[in-house]
């Protein structure tokens, strides 16, 4: 096996699409949310990467080919908000003060915890960008001197529960507005749990796909301004 992806250029964009089409099927038959296809696929690949003894670098050399699709399908994330631009400016003040807050709120959580934890400035760092796509974590990761494969796990996980609960928690505390809704997934765990608010509805879907962008941009200011924090 470790042969094979040393030798393909494609085998391990391979092995990453079979697992997130075996994480799709298993959606699809049972419906429920801890079989949700992104986390089903890390499990999948890691199990293979085991069992084959493959070390990371050796797989990353053929699945690197997926990353480069990850900036343009954020991007593509802008037409939802595009068919709902007259709803955003009505609610423009609403929208902002709520994505603030949200990432307040992740910055925040992230000190606490990592003063109570007594971690080194440098854990601390990877993990401020926890709440934002991988495409602008990664970057903001790197230039505070955090571990960015650290950071990218981080994010996929938080992505990954936003979007297996992110629906459960708005029923929980009886969120019904769909701006409300999109907001919190998108703020909380970027491009994936996004995925989940176009579930939900198109107005969620636009609303999420804003808070992508607005809470990257506000995270790159305010990650640097906290991570004198620690």
Not at 13 to 35: E, H, N, P, R
Not at 54 to 83: M, Q, R
Not at 105 to 124: D, F, G, N, Q
Request: charged letters at 10%; a positive charge.
């Amino acid at each position: 096996m470790n042969n094979l992806l040393e030798t393909s250029l494609f085998a391990g964009v391979s092995i990453s699409l079979v697992s997130y089409m075996i994480g799709l099927a298993l959606k699809k038959k049972f419906k429920l949310g801890i079989f949700n296809p992104l986390l089903i696929s890390i499990i999948f690949t890691i199990v293979i990467l085991v069992c084959a003894n493959v070390d990371y670098e050796t797989y990353n050399k053929g699945a690197v080919y997926l990353s480069w699709f990850l900036t343009p399908a954020t991007v593509c994330l802008a037409i939802p908000l595009y068919e709902q631009w007259q709803l955003l400016k009505r609610n423009f003040k609403a929208v902002i003060l709520g994505i603030s807050a949200g990432v307040l709120t992740s910055l925040c959580t992230v000190l606490i915890l990592a003063k109570l934890m007594k971690m080194t400035h440098r854990e601390y760092v990877t993990l401020l960008p926890k709440s934002i796509t991988t495409a602008i974590g990664m970057g903001v990761s790197e230039e505070l001197g955090g571990y960015v494969t650290i950071t990218v796990a981080v994010i996929v996980v938080t992505g990954v529960l936003g979007n297996i609960f992110g629906e459960l928690i708005c029923k929980i505390f009886k969120i019904t507005e769909p701006i409300s809704k999109g907001l919190a997934l998108g703020a909380s765990s970027h491009a994936i749990g996004t995925a989940k608010a176009i579930e939900m509805g198109e107005i969620e879907g636009a609303m999420s796909s804003l808070a992508i962008a607005v809470t990257g941009i506000l995270t790159v200011v305010l990650a640097s301004v906290f991570a004198n924090f620690l």
